[in-house]
């Protein structure tokens, strides 16, 4: 009897949420499904050309599609989420910062279902409206929809405050979703020599900040460490955060240092190899290789990484990756 009234007054808690995105759901997991989003979009003949948005198929853009439908629902029945957000308001706060640093199609869209439906703000159409037509130009499937129905008008749309600010670095905005392995790099980056920038973005690309990924060529943890890597920088266990972050500084500061600072022959060596590198003198003309270091530059926007002191260098290589 207990049991029964539970699970009715949870349905109950979680109606509000689920009617008011379950036209996002379903879409996002057609994708999931290998289904291609461009496909279902502007197919009829009287409709204009809209820009793609391809979303990448890695852990990080898996969760971050996935992960508002997870918040509603845990603010919905009073849980606990990934992001530690208790409120709409604070929801509100989180996607809003988000949007304005990075111009996350994602965080766009969760904007746009704020004052679609007075979630945490009060409804304002106009404003959703334009949220939504932010995310629908980088080609978000989802938002489309959702704008077709929107009554508001984007024109009108006076944006928050938090949309106009700027100056936040890449690994400010990253660290909003995985705080615990930003301080990891925070700590130990300045060590090894390397932009805590630059380290964000290498684990956001490499693992999408799942600390027990692993690749078919058994590259394991944040940063995704080959076996060879793991002996050559002294990681016991590629599986531990701490010890991975160390080992891929260890082996970013060698090739900052070996690549004379240049990022993007950095960020090629890190994906396919320093020998490969040689081998093309520049970057791979392998797909995946030079889709990485347009992934990296999303993130790092630096041409050139300092190369710290010999003497900052030296310091860092007494350090073992499993201390």
Not at 253 to 264: A, M, P, Q
């Amino acid at each position: 009897m207990l049991l029964n009234i539970y699970h009715s007054c949870l349905r109950h808690l979680l109606r509000s949420a689920v009617i008011g995105y379950v036209f996002w759901i379903t879409p996002s997991y057609a994708e999931d499904m290998g289904e291609s989003p461009v496909a279902e979009v502007g197919q009829s003949a009287n409709s204009e050309p809209v820009a793609s948005y391809n979303r990448e198929q890695s852990t990080l853009k898996n969760d971050a599609y996935k992960q508002f439908i997870k918040l509603q629902v845990s603010l919905a029945a009073g849980t606990k989420n990934s992001l530690g957000l208790s409120s709409y308001e604070q929801a509100h706060a989180h996607y809003c910062a988000l949007a304005g640093e990075s111009r996350d199609p994602d965080a766009q869209f969760a904007m746009g279902w704020f004052y679609s439906m007075g979630k945490g703000v009060e409804v304002n159409h106009d404003i959703a409206a334009r949220f939504f037509s932010l995310a629908a130009i980088q080609g978000h499937r989802d938002a489309r929809e959702w704008l077709d129905k929107e009554p508001g008008n984007a024109e009108l749309a006076v944006l928050p405050a938090c949309m106009h600010k700027q100056g936040n670095s890449a690994a400010e905005v990253l660290f909003r979703k995985r705080g615990p392995i930003y301080q990891l790099v925070k700590k130990h980056a300045p060590v090894y020599g390397v932009d805590v920038d630059f380290a964000m973005a290498v684990i956001a690309v490499e693992s999408g900040f799942n600390p027990k990924a692993t690749s078919r060529k058994k590259a394991q943890g944040l940063m995704q460490l080959l076996p060879d890597t793991q002996a050559r920088f002294h990681v016991k266990d590629a599986y531990d955060p701490e010890q991975n972050i160390k080992g891929g500084l260890s082996y970013l500061r060698w090739l900052i240092t070996y690549f004379k600072g240049d990022v993007e022959l950095v960020a090629a060596a890190y994906n396919a190899g320093e020998n490969a590198v040689l081998r093309h003198q520049g970057i791979p003309p392998y797909p995946e290789t030079r889709d990485y270091v347009k992934r990296i530059a999303r993130y790092y926007k630096k041409k050139h990484h300092e190369i710290k002191q010999r003497s900052a260098m030296q310091q860092a290589e007494m350090v073992p990756a499993d201390s």
